[in-house]
């Protein structure tokens, strides 16, 4: 029910409460709707500090934290594979009439230009960095990337993103900015 509700209508508090109720699995769930660009209310940038400050027990419960890590980097990881496999076989039309889809015609086009720029190393480095998380998957699909060279790249970036996020969390709690731990 939690997981139809943050689907259709999207609110940070469904995705606490599911994080609450699931764990893990929850975090897994939502990372995969987030990779794939379909959960703009709940970006990663909240979900892996809230998963750290909800299910470790403390700031050195370091297998529930590299829990946390690892199954956002692999969640985001297929959202960003689906949504690569989506640009690669449907193509830039297929994709700008989707409404989900919220890059416009000139986004993207930018977003192209950086890939044909810079080439493949744009991938990790726009996903281990805020706002361009994830925005290089559609044109690395474009330009057909090999897939296995995606995935790496981009797990390579996500897993950068990710642990910064659980650091500045951990960091967070140190400092007494979060009191959940």
Known sequence: ???????????????????????????????????????YFAPSESLVPLGVTLLAESASDYATIGAVIGVAVVGAT????????LAKRGGREYLLEK?????????????????????RVVVPVSNALLF???MLTVPAGFAEMND???????????LVF?????AAALYAVELGFLGFL
């Open 162 to 166: 990710q642990t910064w996020l659980a």
């Open 78 to 85: 297929i959202g960003q594979y689906a949504l690569f496999l």
């Open 99 to 119: 409404r989900w889809f919220r890059i416009d015609a000139d986004q993207l086009d930018r977003f192209d230009g950086w890939f044909q720029r810079w080439g």
């Open 148 to 158: 296995t060279e995606f995935v790496v790249l981009s797990a390579l970036g996500t």
């Open 132 to 134: 361009t998380r994830g």
């Open 1 to 39: 029910m939690v997981g139809v509700g943050l689907f259709f209508v999207g609110n940070k508090e469904l995705a606490k409460a599911w994080l609450n109720q699931y764990g893990l699995l929850a975090l897994f769930l939502i990372l995969i709707l987030e990779g794939a660009m379909l959960l």
